[in-house]
């Protein structure tokens, strides 16, 4: 039996003296609340990114809920999103006024597919949320071009996969808002936070007020000007401040993201090549135009279901390694189940039944990466139905 030490688990955040000492500062500075760390943060992803605006929120839900509002997204909107992502991408929707229409992904990205997408458009939709999921950039130039022609709004929620770059240019910067998660489960991380992106200067203005109890002017800026300037209230705002002890966290991770990429990069390369040699095992599809940035590393097994998964992620366990199983759709929900019962979604609902993620994560040594290959090689042979021999 695995003891703790040799636990592999699923992610561990990258912290180490940097973000110690980027937090020490803040907390000595005497400014602790949402000041001049988090605008360090925002100009340093703008600018890395290429867009002209950077919103810091406390959560990838406040940025995609922000993003919709800003958009002009009104009361009753609906909006094409994949069920293969999390509660969060839909709270966000509903949050907004949205109502969420559900499209299927295509099984070899994970990610909604342009032509389930457009089939799926009726004269209420008035946006898509494009989901770059598990780190891997969708489809953008067939979402563009179907939200230009059609006048939607186009938000793209880039939880996941920040870092990843699509035809060359980080997601962010391709014209359209965009949202990023600071959760230690995704890329970089503020232990809690996010990002939007954004194009429109309006668009930004607007939403720096909603992130700030609806205040025309900010409080770093009321206190630059030793308290001679009063805010208004041109409309109700919500209190989605990201804080500059967190901010801070954020700017010293920012400073390791090419190192991460690097390192999440040669780690699937690793699996990659093992799993090459293991036929019941898919491992990620990457197309040309785009690249991964492995905040997680999902494989299928097309020959399982949701019981052979559950065995496989049981001999994982006992091996010592912490798995997950892969994304459920939000269709099965207790919130849409009753209304989605027509739903059909057979992408997502194979990718519900036959992925897993495996353990990627900076500081994921070599030889733990063997176990895993190993483990999985063995609970692959152990719980798939072995094929018949034909003679
Ligand atoms: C994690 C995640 C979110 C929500 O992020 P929070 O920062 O936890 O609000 C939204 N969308 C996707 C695709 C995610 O993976």
Redesign the pocket.
Known sequence: MANFTDHIPLLKPWIDEEELQGVLAVLQSGWISQGPVTQQLEQAIARLVGAPHAVAVN????A?HLAFQTAGLRRGDKVIVPAH??M??VNAIVMAGGVPVFADIDLRTYNLDPVAAEAALDDEVRAICV?H?IGLPADLDAFVALARRRGLILVE?A??AFGAKYRGRYLGGHGNPTVY???P??MITTA???MVVLWDDGADEQARRLRSAGASISDLVRHQARGTLQQTYPEPGYNYRLTDVQAAIGLAQLRKLDRMLQLRAEQATFYNAAFARLEEVVPPYVPPEATHCYSSYCVRLPAANEGIITRILEHMAAAGISCRRGIQPLTREPYFAESHRHVDLPNTEAAAAQTLFLPIFPGLTRPQQERVVEALTEAVRRCLPRPIAVC
């Open positions: 959560s990838a839900t406040s995609l992502t999390c969060a991408t989901v999921q929620d939880a996941t998660s600071f959760h489960r995704k809690e936070g996010g």
